[in-house]
DNA sequence: ATCCGGATCGCCT
DNA sequence: GGCGATCCGGATG
């Protein structure tokens, strides 16, 4: 590898790769199913006063839309909800148990609540930051595995709800595919009303996986 | 006004 | 494997 300012005295600048593209919108205006398969690879960037935190993500959980039980759709359009009949493409952002986030992309289109659950990131920079914010991890893949801890160790939170994810603040850039050797498939988890159904997707054996 | 369940996590045994 | 923490959205009176 070639270094710049060699033999100058000065410290070399860090090397600057072309950066990834974000995911254009209609990568989101899709079926939920195909676009939690797709994630899988991608990059999720998020950038606030502290500085930035991004990781590759590798485990997915699709909701369908006000058909399934499941997705917080089905109850309607709601203050709540409202952002998932929207258009794709953004951010949907939650409070659960009293104590956590959790991050969805919203997909399909408009008049078609549907979301994609992003459960689990393996940490790629920020990991200093990321570790600030989660005290309790201890290993680098325990950083942002679990939908609750990756928006602990990315900073989200509600204030990101509704946010674009092709520019600002909030981004999913394109990544590497994972080959369909390499991904699973199985039921969704922590849920009651159709938990059986196949639609978590998840890097095979990989450490940041919440359950591989 | 009040009640209840929830797409979780970490610590306990 | 079990459970407590702790708050919000949605439903009901």
New binding site residues.
């Given amino acids: 590898m070639s270094r710049r300012g060699e033999g100058s005295g000065s410290v070399a600048p860090p090397v600057r790769r072309p950066r990834a593209p974000a995911l254009p919108v209609s990568f989101y205006d899709r079926p939920a199913e195909v676009v939690a398969r797709e994630l899988l690879g991608t990059t999720l960037v998020c950038r606030t006063d502290d500085g930035i935190a991004a990781g590759r993500i590798v485990e997915t ?1 699709a ?1 369908l839309g006000p058909h399934d039980p ?4 089905a ?2 359009v ?4 409202r952002i998932l009949y929207g258009p794709p493409g953004v951010a ?1 952002v ?7 986030w ?1 991050m ?1 992309a919203v997909v399909r289109e408009n008049g078609f609540g549907a ?1 994609v ?1 992003l459960r689990a990131l393996e940490p790629v920079s920020g990991v200093p930051l990321m570790r600030e914010r ?1 005290r ?2 201890r290993h680098v893949r ?1 950083l942002a ?6 928006c602990r160790a990315l900073g989200i939170d509600g204030s990101h709800n509704g946010l674009s994810l092709s520019r600002g603040k909030l981004r999913i850039l394109a990544g590497a595919e994972v080959p369909d050797e390499e991904v699973s498939i199985g039921p ?6 159709a938990a059986e159904w196949p639609l978590r997707f998840w890097v095979t054996g990989n450490a940041s996986v ?1 359950r591989g």
């Fill in positions: 959980e909701y499941a997705c917080h759709a109850a309607g709601t203050s709540r909800t949907y939650y409070f659960i148990y009293g104590m956590h959790c969805n979301a659950l989660r309790a991890a325990d595995r679990g939908p609750g801890n990756l969704r988890i922590g849920i009651r009303k919440s």
